[in-house]
């Protein structure tokens, strides 16, 4: 009997350091970069002028809002207001914007397009508000941090009636 508690003691013993082993996972595969992922990749902030009707000073921020049929297309809405000089506006918008260089390059730029619906203060009273503008984007990024892009924008709003600037930051996508 004594011979048969050694024995189930060492079984008890083996089985319990194998238990312990330590699993790894295989590696995950990096995305070939192409199809479609939306998701939430990231976010900006960003400020500048309108340099047309009145200069007003716009704040918008945006997201980084997944991939278009490929790594290099991005989908991005943003929100801005323009505040002073003027009723404040409103601007909500969809833009699909090419970017020319791989993210981990020291600048990336990148140009695209969408469409926006603006309104201001008083819109209800306004027949032509909310209005549809059409957008062109072109701009930049420059690696400021690991984490954070520096950014600037031009943005030909309203089939190019409307023109602001903006200075900013974005984060990184992780690799």
Known sequence: MRG???VATWLVLSAAGLAAQEFHPPPVKQAAGRGTRIGLFGFSVRSG??????SQLVLGAGLDGGD???????LRPSVEIGVFNGPNTYVT????????TPDDEPGVPYAGGGLSIAGHDG?????????LWVNVVVGVELRYRSTFNWLFEYHAM?????HRFYFGLTTRRGN
């Open 158 to 162: 309203d089939a190019f009636r409307r």
């Open 123 to 131: 819109c209800g009273a306004d027949a032509a508000c909310p209005a």
């Open 49 to 54: 002028p309108d340099v047309s009707h009145g």
């Open 68 to 74: 278009l049929f490929s790594r290099r297309v991005r």
């Open 93 to 100: 918008s969809l833009e699909a914007l090419y970017r020319f």
């Open 4 to 6: 048969t508690a050694w």
